[in-house]
């Protein structure tokens, strides 16, 4: 923690120096939008690391017992971004003095990598709403943290290539990529709200298409596609 703090105050320093133009006349010297957003990311926690064994104490605790608020708020952290930094080999040159984001690889990845072999564990011990719930704001985090490092944009997400179908369908087994279990689970929720109350399953689509990610307005065309009481004429425009 001391650790982290000090550095914390390096980095504010550093930052300060650089809004007032004191840093040297050295093109290193200076730090990106996106280098700034990284630097805070790491000193904040953010940075990955494996969790998969608090998932499978988190499953065999409540499989037989009601979730309470300690249950919730452990699969809020599970279901959470962080960001994953390995080193580019393909890019190293020990001779060259090159920017730091040319030399590591950056990715964002849910706090646990097995969620998505255990939907059907889940789905038996979280209710449906506080799964909604907690499916759509990590879904919502994830593509903000992303975009955050220019990995996602109004017109751009991995979602796409990670999920080819939103539908169940054999290509999407040819992709490997954990995060894409939010966009599973919140198909399969939709599903059986739709089957039960199509009003509010027409509200939640309308609502995905008023996102910004395409992976939401996918979920949208996907839900208009299934769903009787979507009005055609809104979709179309769509």
């Known amino acids: 923690k001391k650790f982290i703090a000090l550095a914390e105050d390096v980095f504010t320093r550093t930052l300060i120096l650089i809004k007032n133009g004191d840093q040297k006349n050295s ?9 700034k957003a990284l630097w805070w990311l790491i000193l904040r926690g953010y940075v990955s ?3 998969d ?5 988190w499953i065999n605790h409540y499989e037989d017992t009601k979730l309470d ?13 962080k960001i994953q930094i390995q080193r580019n080999f393909l890019s190293c040159n020990e001779t060259i003095h090159q920017p730091i984001e040319d030399e590591i690889l950056i990715d964002v990845v849910l706090t646990c990598q097995q969620l998505r ?6 789905r038996k011990i979280v209710p449906l709403e ?9 879904l919502t985090d994830f593509l903000d943290l992303s975009a955050e490092l220019d990995l996602a944009n109004e017109k751009f997400d991995r979602s796409a290539y990670d999920l080819p179908s939103i539908e169940e369908h054999p290509q999407n087994k040819k992709h490997y990529s954990a ?9 399969d929720i939709w599903l059986d709200i739709n089957a039960s109350n199509h009003k509010k399953a027409m509200t939640i689509a309308i609502s995905w298409w008023k996102e910004k990610y395409p992976a939401f307005k996918r979920l949208a065309l996907f839900a208009a596609s299934k769903s009787k009481h979507i009005n055609s004429a809104l979709w179309i425009k769509w």
């Not at 506080?130 to 990590?138: A, G, I, N, P, R």
């Open 49 to 51: 690391r494996n969790r």
């Open 69 to 81: 608020f300690i249950g919730k708020k452990i699969l809020y952290e599970l279901c959470s971004p």
């Open 117 to 122: 072999y255990e939907k059907k564990a889940i």
């Open 130 to 138: 506080t799964l909604f719930e907690c499916t759509q704001k990590s």
């Open 179 to 187: 995060w894409i279990v939010l966009i599973e689970l919140l198909r």
């Open 27 to 35: 093109p290193y010297a200076t730090l990106s939008k996106h280098n």
């Open 53 to 57: 064994f608090d998932f499978y104490n």
